[in-house]
């Protein structure tokens, strides 16, 4: 999962998140320890993200709730699922299902603000 130059564009594809929360700062900390993305800040003092492909952007909000209840699932592709749920654990996150017998390796975890997201390992 190495980084490319640029993003690749195309009508339907998802490009940006905004994800909720209450402490950003804690949220761009966590993202960054956990999956590497890259955190920069723009003069308004706003922090966006920009996935290790340089495929997915987005910004943390503060004007709405997490995402606490499951139900749309984002999931983030990781090479490990186990490394992934131990870094998530040791950083604030907490573990809300794992399922590793499948073809398709995912689990679910909520953020340290409670946003609920998925991993998938291929």
Not at 34 to 54: C, M, P
Not at 59 to 87: H, N, Q
């Amino acid at each position: 999962m190495g980084a490319i130059d640029r993003p690749t564009f195309g009508n339907g594809k998802i490009c940006y998140i905004e994800i909720p929360s209450n402490n950003i700062n804690a949220s761009a900390n966590f993202y960054q320890k956990v999956f590497g993305w890259n955190i920069r800040k723009d003069g308004n003092g706003n922090i966006s993200f920009d996935d290790t492909v340089g495929e997915v952007s987005g910004m943390w909000v503060s004007d709405r709730k997490p995402a606490s209840e499951i139900g749309f699932i984002i999931s983030i592709m990781v090479e490990s699922i186990a490394a992934t749920v131990e870094l998530i654990k040791l950083n604030g996150g907490n573990i809300i299902k794992v399922d590793m017998d499948s073809n398709e390796k995912i689990a679910w975890f909520s953020d340290p603000t409670g946003n609920i997201l998925g991993l998938y390992q291929q």
